[in-house]
């Protein structure tokens, strides 16, 4: 069984070792980042080339009482780096296109330029190419009336930003982590990858190389296509979290070291850090390891239960643990929240079949289901103090040595539950 096997850090000198290795790691990444914003910042002005990422319209009153509506751009740089920017309100729509622009952002500091900034612009020239992923937007805007519906799923194929009402409709039904690809969606394709393989590649295995292992030739071919998948999706934080603990969980475990582990997760935060120190800045990213720390979390405390009350446990234990995030990040609730638990458990079976009914071009046979979930939403705003999520973290972390903070930790998430609840009825 995978929880006996052995540690990863036998004694302090080897995690000090490693640690010793991050740290320079991250020194070096963070000069480089500090090269390139020096650069940045050289001038008044620099032009960079970069694609939309959201556009949306705000309106305001100006000087003359009057209310002024203008289009902000969400923008991510070739360089890497995000920044915000407003044009005008008729300007048309970009998003997902490339862009080459002039920005101003001279005076921004070091630290705006790691999380991102805003800044004035001017739009220099539109590439009128039709990437890939517009190619699939195009794609599933066709198969799909409703806007609505089609933005579902661009944002679970092409992890295309979800419009701020549906954002906020699925926030309240307690089901944004379905939308926002991660761990999950990647864990699904992996083992639709495994098995679609298994079988051409067991057959082509018993005529042409019997000594070949399909553990290892399914895992290169699987983690190939989806590092192709990541890229393709510009990597997003929790997406690049996943993939990286991937490498790292069969790297560990091909070498016999236990991965159901808060060691593994360290390492994996470690590394991530060392080399793409803007995720510390990333709210994505801390979500997702949120999620994997509960898991390890639950396997570690009942790991002695039989496998199918874990399955039947798990959701619920997730749920209830990421509870207070949703509540004081996003402050919104529905009576229909603690159903997420169902819809989440579904999901597993919908990701997949849903691709595969896009593809033989009956991707619209769950329109009718989606809008009916839709509907369901009665959106209200909780609000909890930001020092309940402290606490909650801080029982977190005890809970890994001490089974107390745990049952504490616990009860605290029932609690803002039933108040969450009796605030929205």
């Given at each position: 069984?995978?929880?006996?096997?052995?540690?990863l850090?036998?004694?302090?000198k080897?995690?000090?070792?490693?640690?010793l290795g991050?740290?320079?790691?991250?020194?070096?990444?963070?000069?480089?980042?500090?090269?390139?914003?020096?650069?940045?910042?050289?001038?008044?002005?620099t032009?960079?080339?970069?694609?939309?990422l959201?556009?949306?319209s705000?309106?305001?009153?100006?000087k003359?009482?009057?209310?002024k509506t203008?289009?902000?751009l969400?923008?991510?740089?070739?360089?890497?780096?995000t920044?915000?920017?407003?044009?005008?309100?008729?300007?048309?729509?970009l998003l997902?296109?490339?862009?080459?622009i002039?920005i101003?952002?001279g005076?921004?500091?070091f630290?705006?330029?790691?999380?991102s900034?805003y800044?004035?612009?001017?739009?220099?020239?539109?590439?009128?190419?039709?990437t890939?992923?517009?190619q699939?937007?195009?794609?599933?805007d066709?198969?799909?009336?409703?806007?609505n519906?089609?933005?579902?799923?661009?944002?679970?194929?092409?992890?295309?930003?979800?419009?701020?009402?549906?954002q906020?409709?699925f926030?309240?039904?307690?089901?944004?982590?379905?939308?926002?690809?991660?761990?999950?969606?990647?864990?699904?394709?992996?083992?639709?990858?495994y098995?679609?393989?298994?079988?051409?590649y067991?057959?082509?295995?018993?005529?042409?190389?019997?000594?070949?292992?399909y553990?290892?030739?399914?895992?290169?071919?699987?983690a190939f296509?989806?590092?192709?998948?990541?890229?393709?999706?510009?990597?997003?934080?929790?997406?690049l979290?996943?993939?990286?603990?991937?490498?790292?969980?069969?790297?560990?475990y091909?070498?016999?070291?236990?991965?159901?582990?808060?060691?593994?997760?360290?390492?994996?935060?470690?590394?991530?850090?060392?080399?793409f120190?803007?995720?510390?800045?990333?709210?994505?990213?801390?979500?997702?390891i949120?999620g994997?720390?509960?898991?390890?979390?639950?396997?570690?405390?009942?790991?002695n239960l039989t496998?199918?009350?874990q399955?039947?446990?798990?959701?619920i234990w997730?749920?209830l643990?990421m509870l207070?995030?949703?509540?004081?990040?996003?402050?919104?609730?529905?009576?229909?929240?603690?159903l997420?638990?169902?819809?989440?458990?579904?999901?597993?079976?919908?990701?997949p079949?849903?691709?595969?009914?896009?593809?033989?071009?009956?991707?619209?046979?769950?329109d009718?289901?989606?809008?009916?979930?839709?509907?369901?939403s009665?959106?209200?705003s909780?609000?909890?103090?930001?020092?309940?999520?402290?606490?909650?973290i801080?029982?977190?972390?005890?809970?890994?040595?001490?089974?107390?903070?745990?049952y504490?930790m616990?009860?605290?998430?029932?609690?803002?539950?039933?108040y969450?609840?009796?605030?929205v009825?």
């Amino acid at each position: 069984m995978l929880l006996e096997k052995v540690q990863l850090f036998n004694t302090k000198k080897d995690f000090f070792i490693f640690l010793l290795g991050c740290f320079f790691i991250l020194n070096y990444t963070l000069l480089i980042e500090y090269n390139n914003y020096k650069k940045l910042t050289q001038f008044d002005s620099t032009i960079t080339k970069a694609i939309v990422l959201k556009q949306y319209s705000k309106t305001k009153i100006n000087k003359h009482n009057k209310l002024k509506t203008y289009q902000i751009l969400k923008l991510k740089s070739s360089q890497d780096f995000t920044f915000y920017t407003s044009q005008n309100n008729t300007i048309q729509n970009l998003l997902g296109k490339y862009i080459t622009i002039e920005i101003w952002a001279g005076k921004i500091s070091f630290y705006e330029y790691m999380t991102s900034f805003y800044t004035f612009s001017k739009i220099l020239h539109i590439n009128t190419t039709i990437t890939l992923k517009q190619q699939l937007n195009f794609t599933l805007d066709a198969k799909h009336k409703d806007s609505n519906i089609s933005s579902i799923y661009k944002a679970l194929y092409s992890a295309t930003p979800l419009p701020k009402r549906l954002q906020e409709t699925f926030s309240a039904l307690g089901i944004s982590h379905l939308l926002a690809i991660s761990g999950f969606h990647l864990g699904v394709l992996a083992t639709l990858l495994y098995f679609l393989l298994k079988l051409p590649y067991k057959f082509l295995q018993n005529r042409y190389f019997p000594y070949r292992n399909y553990k290892l030739d399914s895992f290169i071919f699987i983690a190939f296509t989806l590092l192709i998948y990541v890229i393709f999706l510009d990597s997003p934080p929790s997406l690049l979290r996943a993939y990286t603990m991937m490498i790292v969980g069969f790297f560990l475990y091909d070498r016999g070291y236990k991965i159901i582990s808060m060691q593994t997760l360290l390492l994996t935060i470690l590394l991530l850090l060392s080399f793409f120190p803007r995720l510390f800045f990333a709210l994505g990213f801390w979500l997702s390891i949120a999620g994997v720390f509960y898991i390890f979390l639950f396997l570690i405390y009942f790991k002695n239960l039989t496998k199918i009350w874990q399955f039947l446990l798990l959701p619920i234990w997730v749920y209830l643990m990421m509870l207070p995030y949703s509540l004081i990040i996003f402050g919104s609730f529905s009576i229909y929240h603690p159903l997420s638990i169902i819809w989440t458990s579904l999901f597993t079976l919908f990701y997949p079949l849903s691709i595969f009914l896009h593809f033989i071009n009956f991707g619209d046979i769950f329109d009718t289901m989606l809008n009916e979930l839709l509907s369901l939403s009665s959106l209200k705003s909780v609000y909890f103090h930001p020092l309940w999520l402290q606490i909650f973290i801080g029982l977190s972390l005890l809970s890994i040595k001490n089974i107390w903070s745990m049952y504490i930790m616990f009860s605290l998430s029932i609690t803002m539950l039933i108040y969450s609840i009796y605030q929205v009825t």
